[in-house]
């Protein structure tokens, strides 16, 4: 806290900024603060509970949801804004787990899961329905990502492993890809970095494997040269600037690790990880911060920031649950 006067022209001291985007906000009678800049893409809102009365937010119009799930099998929409999380009046179609999520624009969509569907649910405004587009076959525990205005769901389960990749744009038109990934597998995670979308891990009916796929724009699939650090399924993606994290899942035991894929597709692990070692989690990603949510069993979230710290946050998802479908959207 410092003091001034500037009836009589003293000057705030230029060591108060300390780094680009810092302001100062009144705390009170001729008291200030620094107020630090927030994080990439939020904006300041008044606050009462703050000490300087305002407030760094995420843009209400960013907003992520988590859907379906298994604690057993449910039909529950989560909504996750601003770190609080409750769930809204609207449901899924139908009680499922081991769906695939992905936002486009103000979109959400919601496809496959157990029980075998190819049915593809869509979020928008808070109401819930299915579309008229399916996927090429009922699946569940594909991975999936966007690219642009398009969604992608990758590999799962249809009655066997496959490695099918089926499309869908924003005008809810579903094609197949003549591209597939590398191997047929189950439980991959996907993230959208750049223009490419990347899948990783996955199990293909023998075991785990570490290798991520990288699909281009032109909609052409190659193997990277790097791997995961260790043989992974049951893992979750997101994206933090010009990076994509893949955390938790599991080997022979579920891991709290959490991998970097930077744009150059160098592969490190970071020193920090999650609150606990968790496989089948979700994820959701808002401006510079990615956020992992459930998994077997916990309803936990950690948050990763962009200069790669975990943190525990105080909201919870509605019950601990894992598979869930989690798409992020803006609008």
Known sequence: MATNNFGNNCGISKSTFT???????????AIYARLPVGSQGQYLTCDST??????????????????????????????????TCNSIASTLTSSKYGLAGIGLSATSYFAGGVTLTAVIDKILKEVCSSISATLSAPRFYMAS?????????????????????????SAEVRTTLSATLSASKICPAGALLSASAYFAGGNNGSSAVNVIDRLSSAEVRATIAATLSSTLEYLAGAPISSSVYFAGG?????????NRVSIAEVRTTISATLSISVHGLSS????????????????????LTIIETVSTIAAVISS????????????
């Open 284 to 303: 959701a990603y808002v401006s510079s911060l990615a956020y992992f949510a459930g998994g077997i069993v916990t309803n936990i979230i950690n948050k």
């Open 250 to 258: 599991r080997d022979s035991v579920p891991v709290n690790t959490i």
């Open 50 to 83: 703050q000490s300087t009365g305002v407030n760094w937010l995420v843009n209400p119009g960013q907003r992520s949801y988590f859907a379906g799930g298994y604690t057993p099998s449910t039909n529950v929409i989560d909504r996750f804004i601003n770190e």
């Open 320 to 331: 601990s649950k894992y598979t869930m479908g989690s798409a992020s959207v803006i609008g």
């Open 145 to 169: 990502a966007n690219i642009g205005s398009s969604a992608y769901f990758a590999g799962g389960f249809d009655a066997t492993y496959t490695n099918v990749m089926d499309k869908l744009t």
């Open 19 to 29: 780094a680009k985007g810092d302001k100062v906000a009144g705390t009170g009678s």
